[in-house]
């Protein structure tokens, strides 16, 4: 059994900073990889982020290079967003996600909005 919840979103001013994070149920969690996605109201849903499961790996969207890490304590079974220089356009609800073999796991999404 495994659970997914997201913390750490909320409104901050352009430039700013958030730290996002998943925690996650069951000891499991340590031998998969975790991605963090967002989505816009009308728009697909889009991977932001992603990282393997040691933490040796990781991938992310083009807009947010530089900008955004991924990281991952597996003691805490707990995967982290760290935003920072954040832009309006990068307002949207964030979720986490596992991929459990062919199974998804995704948790409830906490909103980021960026504005002044």
């Known amino acids: 059994q495994v659970q997914l919840v997201e913390s750490g979103g909320g409104l901050v001013q352009p430039g700013g900073s958030l730290r996002l994070s998943c925690a996650a149920s069951g000891s499991i969690f340590i031998l998969y990889g975790m991605g963090w996605y967002r989505q816009v109201l009308g728009k697909q849903r889009e991977l932001v982020a992603e990282?393997?499961?040691?933490?040796?790996?990781?991938n992310y969207e083009d807009s947010v290079k530089g900008r955004f890490t991924i990281s991952r304590d597996n003691g805490k079974n707990t995967v982290y967003l760290q935003m920072n220089k954040l832009k309006p356009e990068d307002t949207a609800v964030y979720y986490c996600k596992m991929q459990a073999g062919s199974v998804p796991f995704w948790g409830q999404g906490t909103q980021v909005t960026v504005s002044s």
């Open positions: 990282i393997s499961s040691t933490g040796a790996t990781t």
